[in-house]
């Protein structure tokens, strides 16, 4: 075996990966597909909110998520158990909860993990018998270059993420809490509103158009 390197079995095909690598993103670099949200590649720590990248490892008795476990040698995964699934479309479904899904409408459309992961998991975007949580107000207009639409965002951190890797601390951030959390701007007009006139990562990365320049 070769000292940087592992063999993981995914879905009973073997695998030779970097023996760094969290579960996740080998079977990414592997063409390996596992739903997920909040996962920035070869950036670590992850963050590991989504609670989407579940997979089953042998010998261990509930499905775990892939972004928080490293590779192991000899390691035996399952992507597409039962179990894994049921997680998969629950955690989708509660996430369409707080989805006002407008498609046509929407800048997203076409190119949004939303709808890539419904079509990923077979779940309609409008599941029936879906209570809906959509919250107030749709449009949050109040900093100088952003727009931010709360019942797009999935919630996924990426753009707190960016923020902090560009500007070195994130002038975004998640307020509230449960289905009332939203992202927050710190800074008004002051230093965050100069370094959002020339950055607009946020923007780039975001997964749904949930937030647009003005
Ligand atoms: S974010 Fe995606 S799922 Fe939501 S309305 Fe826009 S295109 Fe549709
Ligand atoms: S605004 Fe976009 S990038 Fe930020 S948490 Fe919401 S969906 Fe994710
Ligand atoms: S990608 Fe693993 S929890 Fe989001």
Do not use: W
Not at 35 to 42: K, R
Not at 72 to 95: H, I, N
């Amino acid at each position: 075996m070769n000292a940087m390197k592992v063999t993981i079995t995914v879905d009973e095909k073997p695998f030779e990966v970097d023996a760094h690598l969290n579960l996740l993103q080998a079977c990414l670099d592997n063409g390996i597909y596992i739903p997920n949200l909040c996962y920035l590649e070869h950036r670590s720590p992850p963050q590991a909110s989504c609670r989407l990248c579940f997979v089953e490892v042998g010998g261990v008795d509930q499905p775990v998520a892939a972004c928080t476990v490293n590779v192991a040698d000899q390691m035996v995964v399952r992507t597409d158990t039962p179990a894994v699934r049921r997680l998969q479309k629950s955690g989708l479904r509660l996430l369409l909860s707080v989805h006002h899904v407008d498609c046509k409408n929407c800048p997203a459309n076409k190119k949004c993990a939303l709808q890539d992961l419904a079509r990923f998991l077979k779940v309609g975007l409008k599941p029936k018998h879906l209570e809906q949580h959509l919250k107030e107000p749709e449009i949050v207009d109040t900093h100088p270059f952003l727009t931010y639409y709360p019942n797009r965002c999935v919630l996924c951190g990426k753009c707190l993420q960016v923020c902090r890797s560009a500007n070195g601390r994130a002038m975004l951030a998640f307020a509230q809490r449960g289905f009332d959390t939203v992202i927050s701007f710190y800074g008004g007009a002051g230093s965050a509103a100069t370094a959002c006139d020339t950055c607009a990562a946020c923007i780039d990365i975001c997964p749904v158009a949930a937030l647009l320049p003005k």
